[in-house]
C-alpha cells in the first residue's frame, strides 16, 4: 500500500512538471518571435548596404570609362574595382592622360548626382610606385565646405595611372544607418518586453489565488510566499482547488476523492491523507491557515480565522 501512495505522488509530480514546462515554453514563444524580427531586420539593413557596395562599385567603373574618354579611348577596359575599407582602386588595362580640371569635372558629376556623398578624396597614383601624382579633395558638408583642386590646368601625360578614390567618414552621417538599426532595434526589444510584461500581468491577474499570506498560481502550480515559490504536484494543486472552492467549511472526504481521483481506481484509502500531510506542510508558513480534519466526515480549509 505504501508502494502504492508513493507510485501515485511520483506519477502526480512527473504531470506537474510537464505542466510546468510547457507554460514555460508557451510564455516564451513570444520572445522567440521577437527575435526572429529583430534577425531579419539586421539580415535586411546587411542586404541593402552590400546593394549599396554593388552600387558604388557600378557608379566608379562608369567614372573609369568616362576617364578614359578623356584620354580620346573608348575600347580599353577598366578593370574590376578593389574595395579596401572606405577605399576604392579604379585600374585602367590602357595609359591614360588628363588635365585637372576635366577629371575633377567628371569624377565631380557622377559621384555627386549617383551617390550623394559630401565629403570624398581623389589620388591618381603612378602604377608601380603608387606615387601620388595628382589628388583633390572635395567636402560639401555644413558647416566648412572644402574645395581643394590643386593645378587645374595642368595637363599630366600618358602613362600607367590608378585613381583611388576614399570616402570620408564623417561620423554625424555615416552614423545614420546604424543608428536607424539601432533605434529599431530598440523600439522592438521595448515593445517587446513590454507586451510580455502586459500580458504577464494580464496572466498574473487572471490566476492567482490570495489565501492568507501565500498567493496560489492556478496555471503554474505554485505557491508564492513572499520571495520564495514552493511547487506542487497536480494532485497537490488539484487538491488546494477543491478545499479553496469550499473555504471554511467541510468537504466530504468521498467528494474530495472523487474531484480530484475521478474514476482512476488507482487511489487507496490513506491517499487523501499523504497529500493533504504535504498540503500542510507546503502551507505551513501561515499560521492562520489550517487544514482540518473533521472526524468521519472530510476536510475543512479554514483561513484568516475561519471557523
Known amino acids: 500500500m505504501l508502494c502504492k501512495s508513493l507510485h501515485i505522488a511520483l506519477r502526480d509530480g512527473i504531470a506537474g512538471r510537464i505542466k510546468e514546462y510547457l507554460y514555460t515554453m508557451k510564455k ?21 548596404e552590400q546593394v549599396s ?23 580599353s577596359l577598366v578593370h574590376p574595382i578593389i574595395h ?3 577605399k576604392y582602386r579604379i585600374q585602367f588595362e590602357a595609359d591614360i592622360g588628363f588635365q585637372p580640371d576635366s577629371l575633377v569635372g567628371v569624377v565631380d558629376t557622377l559621384i555627386k548626382n549617383e551617390l ?29 565646405p572644402l ?13 600607367c595611372y590608378e585613381i583611388v578614390v576614399q570616402f570620408m567618414l564623417d561620423t554625424q552621417q555615416s ?33 492567482l489565488i490570495k489565501i492568507g499570506d501565500y498567493q496560489y498560481n492556478t496555471r503554474t502550480m505554485v505557491l508564492i510566499y513572499d520571495d520564495e515559490t514552493i511547487e506542487l504536484t497536480s494532485k497537490e494543486a488539484e487538491l488546494l482547488s477543491v478545499l479553496y472552492g469550499s473555504v471554511n467549511n467541510t468537504i466530504d472526504r468521498d467528494i474530495i476523492l472523487n474531484k480530484v481521483w475521478g474514476n ?32 468521519g466526515v472530510g476536510y475543512k480549509l479554514i483561513v484568516n480565522g475561519g471557523t
Not at 557596395?53 to 575600347?75: A, C, M, P
Open 53 to 75: 557596395q554593388e552600387h558604388i562599385e557600378v557608379v566608379l567603373r562608369k567614372v573609369g570609362h568616362e576617364i578614359l574618354l578623356l584620354s580620346n579611348d573608348s575600347t
Open 28 to 48: 516564451y514563444v513570444g520572445i522567440g518571435i521577437l527575435l526572429a524580427v529583430i534577425f531579419f531586420v539586421v539580415a535586411g539593413c546587411a542586404k541593402k
Open 175 to 207: 552614423g545614420y544607418g546604424t543608428y536607424a538599426v539601432v533605434l529599431l532595434l530598440v523600439v522592438l526589444i521595448g515593445g517587446g518586453l513590454f507586451f510580455i510584461k502586459r500580458n504577464k500581468a494580464a496572466i498574473i491577474d487572471d490566476d
Open 264 to 295: 482512476e481506481g488507482d487511489y487507496i484509502g490513506r491517499t487523501l491523507d499523504v497529500f493533504i500531510s504535504k498540503l500542510r506542510k507546503k502551507l505551513e508558513k501561515d499560521s492562520s491557515i489550517e487544514i482540518r480534519n473533521v472526524r
Open 147 to 159: 574645395v581643394l583642386i590643386p593645378c587645374g590646368t595642368r595637363t599630366q601625360p600618358k602613362a
Open 84 to 86: 579596401n575599407g572606405n
Open 116 to 144: 550623394s556623398n559630401k565629403h570624398y578624396l581623389v589620388q591618381v597614383q603612378e602604377c608601380e610606385t603608387y606615387d601620388v601624382v595628382y589628388s583633390f579633395e572635395i567636402k560639401y558638408s555644413e558647416p566648412e
